[in-house]
């Protein structure tokens, strides 16, 4: 049985260096997935992704690294909209429920 994941990523870079900015989204992500039973766990991995990969941030020009995440409030938000309102509707973590469920029933 062959296993592999492929993956595509493609991120909007965006940055001011007069107003010493920076801003990172994730805008695209392809997969191809063998067994397709993976695939439900990429999917998830995506939709963390898609919040994660949002960044709004303060650049330090000499390093060239952020230094302070402006939109923390709006991915939090992001996140507990997720977590409250899809997270338990993702086909994985049905799964992931209903097997750990079997697995705590069985000891």
């Known amino acids: 049985m062959v296993h592999y994941v492929e993956q595509h ?7 001011n260096l007069s107003l010493e900015t920076g801003y990172v989204k994730l805008e695209d992500y392809n997969k191809e ?3 397709k039973f993976l695939e439900e766990t990429f999917d998830f991995i995506e939709k ?3 919040i994660k990969n949002n960044v709004l941030f303060n ?8 230094k ?7 991915i939090n938000d ?3 909209y997720f977590r409250q309102k899809e997270f338990y509707n993702i086909p994985f973590i049905k799964k992931l429920e209903k097997q750990i469920g079997e ?5």
């Open 68 to 74: 302070q995440i402006l939109n923390k409030k709006e």
């Open 78 to 80: 992001n996140w507990l």
């Open 59 to 66: 650049l330090d020009i000499e390093t060239g690294k952020p």
């Open 48 to 50: 963390t992704d898609r």
């Open 103 to 107: 697995l705590l029933k069985n000891y």
């Open 9 to 15: 990523f493609q991120y909007l870079l965006k940055h």
């Open 33 to 35: 997935i063998s067994p």
